[in-house]
């Protein structure tokens, strides 16, 4: 079970504590669990489908404890993340403002970060360009000299690079930002696959969820759904229903 503080820096991390409630104080020395953490922990349970209790139970910390997706699950305190259970209902989400990529571009350029090399990124992550051009009014085409003309940039990095959204090896798998900034990252310390191979990560299925933020979908509860933030070692995932309507109605016309 992780420490009450680095449980508040995880709940910060993901938008469920206010930065407030998880710098150490000289009264609870950072490992104080109160009414804020409680509250947080509710919030968190209704949103990966567990029973609301605010009491840190077993089923909780090992959804803790699971790899996931770097990007917050609410932002500026809004989330449309909590399905309470009701697995495999539509309940995809927008982030605030429901940014998108403007209908009249109709070709989305994509690069890869300086360093990366195309035969170990390629084809996994224009699997998941093929797979989301089905509900998106885009097409997608590889740059591969002129980087300034990318709309999205596709690359490695780690915490060792100086990147604080990962933390080593089986956390934070990846991270990705919504329109009109169009980054995208792998996390290099973790081992990734083609496919499901046992204790490593399938690279097309985290980069078909990453390019949904780009996209403009956040997370959602649905755990069949790309866009649920927790994924498995040894597992590949697909497109569910929910991921394909929440697409096509944020650019619906």
Not at 31 to 42: G, L, N, Q, S, V
Request: aromatic residues 10%.
């Amino acid at each position: 079970m992780r420490g009450i503080h680095d449980l508040k820096k995880y709940l910060h991390r993901f938008g469920y504590l206010d930065h407030r409630h998880v710098v150490n104080s000289t009264k609870h020395e950072g490992d104080h669990f109160d009414e804020h953490i409680e509250t947080a922990i509710k919030i968190y349970q209704l949103n990966f489908n567990l029973k609301p209790t605010g009491v840190l139970d077993p089923e909780t910390v090992a959804r803790v404890a699971m790899p996931r997706c770097g990007v917050p699950d609410i932002i500026d305190g809004k989330t449309r993340m909590n399905a309470a259970g009701r697995n495999n209902i539509i309940e995809y989400a927008f982030f605030n403002g429901t940014p998108r990529w403007p209908l009249s571009k109709k070709v989305l350029n994509w690069g890869l970060q300086p360093g990366t090399r195309r035969d170990v990124i390629d084809p996994l992550v224009e699997f998941a360009f093929l797979s989301w051009s089905g509900a998106t009014p885009f097409a997608y085409n590889f740059v591969d000299e002129n980087l300034s003309v990318a709309d999205i940039k596709v690359g490695f990095t780690s915490e060792g690079q100086g990147n604080e959204d990962f933390d080593g090896p089986g956390g934070q798998l990846a991270y990705a930002n919504p329109p009109p900034i169009g980054i995208m990252f792998y996390d290099s310390d973790e081992k990734w696959s083609d496919g499901p191979v046992k204790g490593a990560y399938d690279m097309g299925s985290v980069g078909l969820h990453e390019l949904g933020h780009v996209l403009g979908l956040a997370h959602t509860s649905v755990e069949n759904a790309a866009m649920f933030p927790i994924i498995k070692s040894g597992v590949t995932k697909g497109l569910a229903d929910d991921d394909i309507q929440g697409m096509k109605t944020l650019y619906a016309s």
